[in-house]
């Protein structure tokens, strides 16, 4: 695997070879030996390596004019910066963040001025992109984009063939590759074969050309350790060697850090901060590499912590954590952050993972202990909160459910505006009360699910467009539209049809494995999945700034983001948790409650596989190779109970491809090896046996 510095001058560095050879000088003499030639070409080069090379060439030349060659050397200096500097934003954040510019040292009428005008432009689309607090305000907003628009401009009006600029300006970046049509290939498999291509493409270039000697990838640690989210369809779904070995690579070379090495961080601050190095670097590898004893000893640490450190009995004598700010030495007690929240659960969120493949008692005996006290919480009417609503926090010691604030959707205990208010975090607070029913069968955790899913039915069903009061029920059943995740997964364990009206209303694609209708708009939701990730791949590879923003390009181009309108072409994202969803059988999140049926051992590559069926007594799904010869596949059933099954291969006229095979299920993770025929349409089944 190349741990390089990033390979910038590599063609594929952003761009396919065809790109990189019309961003080099024309190979006309009169154009390439001026002045007025080789600054046109830097600036139609598209890539910036190229485009560093060709002012060094100027540079070299004799017949500068001198205040031209100080001009150049200092926004070669800058471009130098863009194309190698390890930390991919740290180095103009804070002018561009103050001042809305960066000094390139070039005059507005100098030559070399719509140069600077395509780095500023850039600089100030992705910090605006980075902040919360400029993304979210309007006249924030406005002024950095309308000056980035405005950069960019500038750079087409002189530099008309540099597609990124125009890409910026609401022009699709095309494709470098096409997939064409296979006969016999339905629907649903063409385009999930494609995004799944697609998405391998990206994870592979940051791999390839920005992971570093020492692990990063140039967002600093807190950014990079989010990046597994969106690897999730191709590196959990599929098993892909290098994705695999990149990411344990990241994983232990940032929990190697000094401020890691006792488990969590020694860092005081906020739990949605401070939570992700260790569980962005553990959860994933709980799912690549579970018989690992380095893994269950981290996830077993952040249990160890909990119930040592962070965690006490408050005044109603339940469980919750002390503070909202705690590190792995010591708790915060300052009485303002003196409060558990929903987000609390991604500090222990790899321990939940495995609680959930080896049903430990002593977690068991530890984490329902704790979700106990949101049970009891979410039952409660107090300090204004409805009944029946998971609270945005607990307070400590008192146990009320509210933070410090007046209000109990607003805690008040963190500096960010809007962090910590409901319903933040909420989603994953309901997957881990799903997670404890699932493990013990207690339907008491049920409960919160079943009086926000009533409350969220009722906001559905009623009339009118007046604006509840803030913390009302109605504006509470109004914002629990991310519920569909969890109840979906309740679908998936009990089969039960309780939810059925809430999932058809909030999110029909959890009803992918139907058939006719429902398949047709499941193939819809995954064709404009391939079609987003076909177009304007520099903005989630080489243009990317913040690498926690990488598939965040396409909302850019939404309303009242770089332009006052919309431009529809450009602003579609990537729905990955459908891919994921569709190949695995889970449903919702996979951060708390993975329940994935599957893992295909085998590349993302000229694969198509949809989960039709699966239970704790049966699993089926649709496969279909694009490649010319049979493929050997191995995969990894994670939801039968131990016994006997039976293995069967079909075409989808239901005749067998290959006889029936015997299957021992013994645990959690069932091996099989299989043969798929080439370009035809197979089912594959598994079924318990009749005794």
């Known amino acids: ?404 604030g007046s209000e109990w959707w607003d805690p008040r205990h963190h500096g960010e505006p809007r962090l910590y208010e409901w319903p933040r975090g909420v989603q994953g607070m309901t997957d881990a009360l799903l997670l404890a029913y699932h493990m013990t069968s207690d339907e008491r955790y049920l409960q919160p699910l079943r009086s926000m899913a009533a409350i969220r039915l009722e906001a559905l069903q009623s009339r009118g467009d007046e604006s509840p009061a803030p913390g009302s029920q109605l504006w509470c059943g109004r914002k629990l539209d991310f519920l569909a995740g969890t109840l979906a997964k309740v679908k998936l364990l009990t089969g039960s049809n309780e939810f059925d009206e809430v999932l058809a209303r909030d999110d029909a694609r959890w009803f992918a494995d139907r058939e006719d209708a429902q398949r047709s708009r499941l193939a819809e939701s995954l064709q404009q999945t391939a079609h987003s990730l076909a177009i304007n791949f520099p903005g989630r590879t080489c243009e990317v700034r913040w690498t926690d923003r990488v598939f965040a390009f396409a909302r850019l181009f939404g309303d009242d983001m770089l332009f006052p309108e919309a431009k529809p072409d450009c602003s579609r994202r990537p729905d990955l948790e459908l891919l994921y969803a569709t190949a695995t059988g889970d449903r919702g999140s996979f951060m708390v409650f993975p329940m994935n049926a599957v893992r295909w051992l085998t590349e993302p590559r000229e694969i198509a596989a949809l989960v039709t069926d699966r239970g704790r007594d049966r699993f089926a799904a649709q496969l279909f190779h694009f490649g010319e010869r049979p493929r050997t596949m191995r995969a990894e059933l994670y939801l039968l109970t131990p016994g006997r099954y039976t293995l069967t291969m079909a075409g989808a006229d239901g005749k067998p491809i290959a006889a029936p095979k015997p299957l021992e299920v013994t645990g959690p993770r069932t091996q099989i090896t299989f043969e798929l025929p080439a370009r035809k349409l197979c089912v594959l089944q598994a079924n318990a046996c009749q005794e």
């Not at 390439?32 to 100027?58: C, F, H, Q, T």
């Not at 990838?217 to 350790?225: A, K, P």
């Not at 695999?244 to 190697?256: D, M, P």
């Not at 992700?276 to 640490?301: F, G, K, N, Y």
Request: glycine share 6%; aromatic share 10%; net charge negative.
């Open 1 to 404: 695997m190349n741990r390089a510095l990033p390979c910038t001058n590599s063609v594929a560095f952003c761009l396919t070879f065809l790109a990189l050879l019309t961003a080099l000088p024309s190979a006309n003499a009169d154009l390439g030996s001026s002045v007025e030639g080789l600054i046109r070409d830097a600036g139609n080069a598209e890539d910036d390596a190229v485009r560093l090379e060709i002012l060094k060439r100027l540079d070299a030349r004799t017949d500068l004019e001198p205040e031209l060659r100080s001009e150049l050397g200092r926004l070669t200096a800058v471009v130098q910066r863009w194309v190698h500097e390890p930390q991919l934003f740290q180095w103009f954040d804070e002018p561009i963040r103050s001042q809305l510019d960066y000094d390139f040292g070039v005059g507005r009428d100098s030559s070399l001025y719509p140069i600077t005008c395509i780095y500023r432009g850039r600089m100030l689309v992705w910090t605006a992109n980075a902040y919360g607090n400029i993304l979210g305000h309007h006249d924030e907003r406005r002024r950095f984009f309308d000056r980035a628009v405005e950069q960019f401009r500038i750079a087409h009006k002189a530099f008309s063939e540099n597609r990124i600029v125009r890409m910026y300006l609401g022009e699709p970046f095309p494709p470098a590759k096409e997939y064409p049509r296979v006969p016999g290939a339905p629907e649903w498999a063409v385009w999930q074969r494609e995004g799944l291509e697609r998405l391998t493409d990206i994870v592979l270039w940051w791999i390839e050309h920005r992971l570093q000697p020492d692990g990063q990838y140039g967002g600093g640690w807190d950014d990079d350790c989010e990046m597994w989210r969106s690897w999730v369809p191709v590196m959990i779904a599929f098993e892909h060697p290098k994705i695999t070995e990149a990411q344990a690579f990241f994983s232990r070379a940032l929990l190697s850090q000094e401020d890691m090495r006792d488990g969590y961080t020694r860092r005081i601050y906020d739990v949605e901060h401070t939570a992700e190095p260790s569980s962005d670097t553990i959860t994933p590898m709980m799912h690549l590499a579970p018989d690992e004893p380095e893994w269950r000893q981290r996830a077993v640490r952040l249990a160890d912590l909990m119930e040592t450190l962070w965690t006490g009995r408050n005044e109603r004598g339940r469980l919750q954590f002390k503070s909202t700010y705690f590190s792995s030495h010591r708790v915060d007690p300052d009485p303002v952050r003196a409060c558990d929240t929903p987000y609390h659960v991604r500090a222990i969120q790899p321990a939940l993972v495995l609680w959930l493949r080896t049903g430990d008692e002593r977690l068991r005996r530890l984490f329902t202990a704790w979700l106990d006290t949101w049970v009891d919480a979410a039952a409660r009417a107090e300090r204004g909160k409805p009944a029946g609503v998971i609270p945005a926090a607990i307070r400590w010691p008192s146990g009320e459910p509210a933070g410090s």
